[in-house]
């Protein structure tokens, strides 16, 4: 277990506010591209934008060429057609990769966005250098599934739901402040279509490549923190005990945005797994 100061978690955390300016590719995918070296591509999940990972960009870029994107119909990017599913959201990233050229990649995801990176290593993997699983979902328990496959039926009608995924996603910590303000900022700002779209997905999306971690070559780091309820600690030992060059990190006393409310360690961490070599562990 790892533990995180609320100072600098609330001083990254604010680091976030604001939008970051965007270039769009032919394909209709916004992107914020900074520094140089390694690609680095960073998904966020349901419902955020790319200044999500605000902190990680600022840390990672001084050594990486780092891409953060913004998912399907979040941010400023085209949506993906209603109905579209998990593996949908992994295609749209392979035709992201193409677009910009990229030929081989780290990729980093959070929540829905790991899932789409999971997908990739699983799908493409000769293409994926590293993926970082951070606050991934894996075989919801029936319990589970089903409220989450009962909010995703719930948008359509009742619209996107803000205060639900605060009281999840964050606790009443010093550390979680910010973040849950520009979290709030964020899903009222999300397109509601887009919203539906991936929270669908990602409702049904977590057996869609459980099966295919054994076939991940490169180092997969699985990080969650202790408290997050739905993205929890043993899902991602579970996950990592079935990939060949894996790990775990989980981050003591904190939720699901644990990249905002504990980013020091969570850029230690990333370093970390960016610095191992496609042969170590």
Not at 171 to 176: F, I, T
């Amino acid at each position: 277990m790892l533990t995180a100061g609320s100072i600098s978690g609330a001083a990254a955390a604010k680091g976030a506010a604001g939008d970051l300016p965007r270039k769009e590719t032919p394909g209709g995918t916004a992107y914020y591209e900074t520094g140089s070296g390694e690609p680095l591509v960073l998904i966020h999940g349901v419902g955020m934008r790319l200044e999500a990972w605000a902190p990680q960009i600022a840390f990672l870029s001084a050594g990486h060429r780092v891409i953060a994107v913004d998912m399907p119909g979040h941010g400023e990017s085209a949506k993906l057609p209603a109905g579209s599913r998990l593996e949908e959201f992994v295609a749209w990233f392979g035709r992201f990769l193409d677009e910009m050229a990229i030929e081989r990649v780290n990729v980093a995801g959070h929540s829905m966005g790991a899932l789409v990176s999971g997908g990739a290593a699983a799908t493409f993997g000769e293409r994926i250098s590293r993926v970082a699983y951070l606050n991934g979902v894996y075989r919801r328990d029936p319990k589970a599934k089903a409220a989450v496959l009962a909010r995703a039926a719930a948008i359509p009608v009742t619209g996107v739901d803000k205060e639900g995924p605060l009281a999840r996603w964050f606790g009443d910590d010093p550390d979680s402040l910010i973040a849950r303000e520009l979290t709030r900022e964020w899903l009222s700002r999300v397109d509601p279509e887009g919203y539906a779209v991936a929270y669908a997905a990602f409702a049904g999306g977590d057996e869609t490549y459980a099966d295919r971690w054994k076939d991940v070559a490169g180092p997969a780091l699985f990080l969650t923190g202790s408290d997050d309820p739905n993205s929890t600690p043993l899902m991602a030992e579970q996950m990592a005990a079935l990939a060949p060059k894996a790990w775990v990190r989980i981050v003591e006393g904190h939720r699901h945005m644990v990249n905002l409310t504990a980013p020091d360690i969570v850029n230690s961490l990333l370093a970390e797994w960016l610095s191992f070599g496609e042969d170590e562990r």
